[in-house]
């Protein structure tokens, strides 16, 4: 389990935390998602004692990763994919891990084996793919058999087999009970991948969710109507009961029908329409108007 209790951090005039507070539970992927800058990074670093918070706390299974006596095998982190030495060989690299934790020399051959790279063990670091780096970064992750697993936008650079491959392994380690925690920008990413939502924006809780609730509430769908008759058309949608929003440029969006029956009273009515389509909005259009304060924020930041 995962605490973050009242965390701030300060860098400067920059409050990239502002009081975060959540939890991550055991036993389900929890995808932390946040626009560019909203302090993901800063919380998974907090977490790992890599930065020192300003005010709060940053826990893992109750403690601070400092108070920790066998880090690795209590947290297993991704967070640079090309954190390793260019020099050294994936094999090497991982029994320089292991040894430094008390892991036995077997378990880099096992993990090796997990992530695919048996293969490519003895390769040197910087002669690996991006996608090979980003494995062997789940490797050292998994090393330790640590029941907590922190992961720092894993599907970057992998291919599509690559990414089916992360989410299925995701998804083994959370049904084993572990608690895993994996930062996105994208909502659509972890709608696949995730069964809860931690969202932040400018270093604060924005929500708080199950994946599915998020999705129910969200996606919002409606017929769109584009007429040269809006006037009628919405008396004719009134008359029918269905509600009638403004769309974009104009046209008219029925809220809770089917296109059957706006269909009808079209043709019923004798309205003229240039289109009707059924339309659902996307995931990642509520992520981006959840979090879009939290952008113009960064964005005013930035031009001052
Ligand atoms: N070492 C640092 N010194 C100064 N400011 C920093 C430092 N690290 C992060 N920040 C600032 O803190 C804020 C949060 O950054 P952070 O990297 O945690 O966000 P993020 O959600 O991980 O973003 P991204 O998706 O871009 O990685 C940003 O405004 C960033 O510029």
């Keep these: ?73 209590t947290v297993g982190a991704l967070l640079e994919a090309r954190a390793m030495h260019g020099g050294r060989t994936v094999h090497g690299h991982l029994l320089g891990l292991a040894r430094s934790n008390r892991i036995p020399d077997e378990r880099v051959g096992e993990v090796l084996e997990t992530v695919g790279l048996a293969d490519v063990a003895h390769k040197r670091a910087k002669g690996l793919s991006l996608g090979m780096a980003q494995r062997a970064g789940v490797a050292a992750a998994l090393l330790g058999d640590a029941q907590v697993l922190l992961l720092d936008e894993p599907v970057n650079g992998l291919d599509p ?75 004719v949608l009134a008359a029918g009961g269905i509600r009638a929003d403004d769309g974009p440029e ?26 009707i389509s059924p339309q659902v909005a996307s995931l990642e259009e509520a992520f981006m108007g959840l979090t879009a304060d939290a952008v113009d924020y960064r964005a005013k930041q930035e031009v001052r």
Excluded at 58 to 64: E, F, S
Excluded at 166 to 195: N, P, Q, W, Y
């Design 1 to 73: 389990m995962i605490e973050v209790q009242q965390l701030t951090k300060r860098y400067g005039s920059t409050l990239a935390l502002d009081g975060l507070s959540f939890r991550v539970e055991p036993g389900r992927v929890t995808g932390f998602l946040g626009p560019n800058g909203a302090g993901k990074s800063t919380t998974m670093r907090a977490l790992l004692g890599l930065d020192r918070p300003t005010s709060g706390r940053a826990l893992i299974g109750g403690r601070r990763y400092d108070e920790l006596s066998r880090p690795l095998c």
């Design 161 to 235: 087999e690559g990414i089916l491959w992360i989410r299925g392994l995701m998804r083994h380690l959370a049904g084993e009970g572990r608690t895993v925690f994996v930062s996105s920008h994208l909502m659509s990413e972890m709608a696949l991948t995730a069964d809860h939502l931690i969202v932040i924006g400018r270093g604060r809780l924005l929500a708080d969710t199950s994946v599915e609730d998020f999705v129910a509430r969200n996606s919002r769908s409606y017929i769109l109507i584009r007429t040269p008759e809006p006037e009628r058309m919405r008396d």
């Design 250 to 275: 104009g046209v008219i969006e029925a809220v809770g029908t089917t296109l059957e029956t706006v269909g009808s009273l079209i043709a019923a009515n004798q309205v003229t329409v240039y289109e």
